[in-house]
């Protein structure tokens, strides 16, 4: 499975974004998803995972209430709706695929895109 995030960019603190993430190979159905982030000088950590057929889905705390994940298994898509963004929301987003569902470690991702920058200003 290839991954590929997109959608960042700079936008102001109380604003929105999309990000889509678009997977290659026909097995992206059978894999749960999720997304990551990273900010500078900090781990990867892990913000939101949706099972395989979108029926469940988990998120970090931080990101509970004001993040949304979904996935459109016909489209090989995954999308990370993200409102009410806060200045400490800033970070590369990654997209992964895991064998599991509800994984929130970085080593159960088996595949990984090449992450989209998001700053959100204040």
């Known amino acids: 499975v290839q991954l590929q995030a997109s959608g960042g960019g700079l936008v102001q603190a109380g604003g929105s974004l999309r990000l889509p993430c678009a997977a290659s190979?026909?097995?992206?159905?059978?894999?749960?998803m999720g997304w990551f982030r990273q900010a500078p000088g900090k781990e990867r950590e892990f913000v939101a995972t949706?099972?395989?057929?979108?029926?469940?889905?988990y998120y970090a705390d931080s990101v509970k209430g004001r993040f949304t994940i979904s996935r459109d298994n016909a489209k090989n898509t995954v999308y990370l709706q993200m409102s009410s963004l806060k200045p400490e929301d800033t970070a590369v987003y990654y997209c992964?695929?895991?064998?599991?569902?509800?994984?929130?470690?970085?080593?159960?991702?088996?595949?990984w895109g090449q992450g989209t920058q998001v700053t959100v200003s204040s």
């Open positions: 992964a695929a895991s064998g599991m569902f509800a994984a929130v470690v970085v080593d159960e991702y088996d595949y």
């Open positions: 190979g026909r097995t992206f159905s059978s894999y749960a």
């Open positions: 949706i099972k395989w057929s979108g029926s469940s889905t």
